[in-house]
Nanobody, 122 residues
Framework: VQLQASGGGSVQAGDSLRLSCVVS????????MGWFRQAPGKEREFVGGISWDGGSTITTDPVKGRFTISRDNAKKTGYLQMNNLRPEDTAEYYC????????????????WGQGTQVTVSS
């Protein structure tokens, strides 16, 4: 399985970015997708996730109301729309897949892509 995340960049506080994650070679079609981030010197953090059919999403408190997760299964692509970005959102962002039912917990993710860097300046 390969996951290709893209869309990161350097922006100003208050700006928006949309990250994409293209999936290829998945073993099963019904995977949930999660987004994570890791800032320098900090542990990896679960940002949110989306069920395999896109019918359910979750975002964590630090990004709730600003970030939205979606997916287009026909394109095998997931998205993380980030609005009103803040300097504390600066991190490497990763997408990951899980084939289990606990996708909303941020645990038990099986396949990971490389990250895309998001830098937000004040």
């Amino acid at each position: 399985v390969q996951l290709q995340a893209s869309g990161g960049g350097s922006v100003q506080a208050g700006d928006s970015l949309r990250l994409s994650c293209v999936v290829s070679g998945s073993r099963f079609p019904n995977y949930a997708m999660g987004w994570f981030r890791q800032a320098p010197g900090k542990e990896r953090e679960f940002v949110g996730g989306i069920s395999w059919d896109g019918g359910s999403t979750i975002t964590t408190d630090p990004v709730k109301g600003r970030f939205t997760i979606s997916r287009d299964n026909a394109k095998k692509t997931g998205y993380l729309q980030m609005n009103n970005l803040r300097p504390e959102d600066t991190a490497e962002y990763y997408c990951a897949l899980t084939y289990g039912s606990s996708w909303y917990t941020g645990y038990e993710y099986d396949d990971w892509g490389q990250g895309t860097q998001v830098t937000v300046s004040s």
